[in-house]
């Protein structure tokens, strides 16, 4: 599996922005950059994926660049609930053009958020 | 949006017995669900793949007959922890997959596993 390299740790306030990276250099053609958080004794929740093109969603932005062997996880006004672990991780397409490969969790980016 | 839930939440066994953790998808049909193992302060290890309808497959260093998972109906799978040692306890956490095509996999809650 191609693998994905964050920072340790990011601290930042309450309702700035925030801006999560994560190197990819070894990213195949068909792998989805795939983010997921999670909070203390909770399972990881899904917060975002994409695969070439920037992806919005409620909750994030996603930022890739343009050769793919980077991104950003956008979080446009933090919380004190978006402190949490957040894990970039890619997925290779399984057979047939679907996407299966399984989820392999790194280290992750411990982020803090201040009040 | 979509939920998976586990029971039970947490646990609390004697060295030598058997527990046995659910997964269940409960708005979706899954056809792969997931099990992690997670340490404290540590990642989310992958230990097998479980499709419904067939064995499972392991991750490499993960013993078969010490965690066997059965994936029987398209919403429920099972990891039986058997004969728990203290070195067992661990927060076990399934996934399951909703979407094939883009991969959207949600995550239960997870169960603490303490064996005494």
């Known amino acids: 599996d191609a693998k994905t390299t964050q920072p340790n740790s990011m601290e930042s306030n309450e309702e700035e922005p925030v801006h999560l990276p994560c190197n990819h250099s070894?990213?195949?053609?068909?792998?989805?950059i795939h983010w997921y958080r999670q909070l203390p004794s909770q399972g990881p929740e899904y917060v975002i994926h994409g695969l070439t093109s920037n992806v919005n969603n409620r909750m994030a932005s996603l930022a890739i660049a343009e050769d793919r062997k980077s991104s950003t996880l956008i979080l446009h006004r933090a919380t004190l609930r978006d402190a949490a672990v957040y894990y970039c991780i890619l997925r290779d397409r399984g057979a047939g053009g679907t996407s299966y490969g399984k989820l392999t969790f790194g280290q992750g980016t411990i982020l803090t958020v201040h009040p | 949006g979509a939920v998976v839930s586990q029971h039970p939440s947490r646990v609390i066994c004697k060295s030598g017995t058997s527990v046995k953790i659910e997964c269940r998808s409960l708005?979706?049909?899954?056809?792969?669900m997931f099990w992690y193992r997670q340490f404290p302060k540590k990642s989310l290890m992958l230990m097998a793949t479980?499709?419904?309808?067939?064995?499972?497959?392991?991750e490499q260093g993960v013993e078969k007959d010490k965690f066997l998972i059965n994936h029987a109906s398209l919403t429920l799978s099972t990891l039986t922890v058997t004969s728990a040692h203290p070195e067992d306890s661990s927060f076990y956490i399934c996934?399951?997959?909703?979407?094939?095509?883009?991969?959207?996999?949600?995550f239960g809650p997870g169960t603490r596993l303490t064996v005494l």
């Open positions: 996934s399951a997959i909703r979407d094939q095509r883009s991969g959207e996999q949600f």
């Open positions: 479980s499709n419904e309808g067939s064995k499972a497959t392991y």
């Open positions: 070894t990213i195949s053609g068909t792998d989805y």
């Open positions: 708005d979706f049909q899954a056809t792969t």
